[in-house]
């Protein structure tokens, strides 16, 4: 079954940086669109990153994060990646990583970000 894995959350102060990680698996990876979302509680998920499949030639972030997150993906380890840099108190969260397979959405269950001085 399509599982999805996240982790590098952590606390970190505010400017600092983080990588987060997220392995799929029961799917072929290469062949789909990658999503980053996060989650403040109360609030809805907030997409925030995407990349398309194969060599992910095309990214797209949103606004929040321009310019200071980047997402990849290397298809040989079944892994995307979300480079964090500059962060923001506002950028606590749980991030979450999403596939999308026969029109059904998949999550994993996330990981914490904390950026605190």
């Known amino acids: 079954q399509v599982q999805l894995v996240e982790s590098g959350g952590g606390s970190v102060q505010p400017g600092g940086s983080l990588r987060l990680s997220c392995i799929g698996s029961?799917?072929?990876?290469?062949?789909?669109?990658m999503y980053w979302y996060r989650q403040v509680p109360g609030k809805e998920h907030e997409q925030i990153a995407l990349i398309s499949n194969a060599g992910g030639g095309y990214k797209n972030y949103a606004a929040s994060v321009e310019g200071r997150f980047t997402i990849s993906r290397d298809n040989a380890k079944n892994t995307v990646y979300l480079q964090m840099d500059s962060l923001k108190p506002e950028d606590t969260a749980v991030y979450y990583c999403?596939?999308?397979?026969?029109?059904?959405?998949?999550w994993g269950r996330g990981t914490q970000v904390t950026v605190s001085s």
């Open positions: 999403r596939t999308t397979q026969s029109g059904v959405e998949y």
């Open positions: 029961g799917f072929t990876f290469y062949r789909h669109m």
